[in-house]
């Protein structure tokens, strides 16, 4: 009798070590749905350096598992804790979100407006341009470059449109560098017809 109840005992022991042993797969597939649906959401663009770590710390959750995988007594409790904070953060990222991506819509707008600003004021003092010899072809070319601002101005509602945010304010980053470069020419030309 006696070396029934240790065999079973022995048993339950190994059972109950066998059983600790297991792979988190739930926690591992919670932590990745959250981590896919704030992709989806837009988190690698619009919180770049918090996706970047939760993705760097749920490569090294899973970096554990594997080597605990490879061990004849696994311990998968280090790896449990690390699955529930990827968790943790990305659900505190998940809800930060929607904040970060009115902030990029709002800084996409006020690129835009500062791009329609500089061609206003490019376009007026075009308008005030030293006309003579020699100035014509130098002229049409800022009308040229001012033309090609201001048609690439509609590009940047329709990424707006689309709600790629970074993307609109990169385009009118860049229609407003251009416009301000005519100014600029534009502002030298009218300084060296003064002197």
């Keep these: 009798m006696k070396g029934l109840t240790k065999n079973l005992v022995l048993v339950l022991a190994i059972a109950l070590v066998l059983a600790a042993c297991k792979q988190p797969t739930q926690q591992i597939t919670d932590a990745q749905a959250v981590i896919d649906e704030i992709t989806k959401a837009g988190a690698d663009k619009y919180a770049v350096d918090e996706f970047k770590k ?87 070319a800022l009308q040229a470059d001012l033309a090609g601002a201001e048609t690439a101005f509609a590009e940047i509602q329709t990424a707006l449109d689309a709600q790629d945010y970074l993307g609109a304010a990169d385009k009118a980053k860049s229609i407003k560098e251009k416009a301000v470069a005519v100014a600029d020419q534009v502002k030298a030309a009218i300084e060296k017809t003064k002197k």
């Design 54 to 140: 939760l993705s760097d710390d749920m490569k090294a959750a899973q970096d554990e598992i594997a080597v605990q995988d490879k061990k004849f007594f696994k311990k998968f409790g280090t790896a449990k804790e690390m699955l529930a904070k990827v968790k943790t953060d990305a659900e505190a990222l998940k809800a930060a979100l929607p904040g970060k991506i009115e902030a990029a819509k709002t800084a996409a707008i006020a690129v835009q407006n500062e791009a329609k600003t500089a061609i206003d004021e490019a376009k007026a003092l075009l308008e005030k341009a030293p006309k003579g010899k020699g100035t014509k072809k130098d002229i049409e």
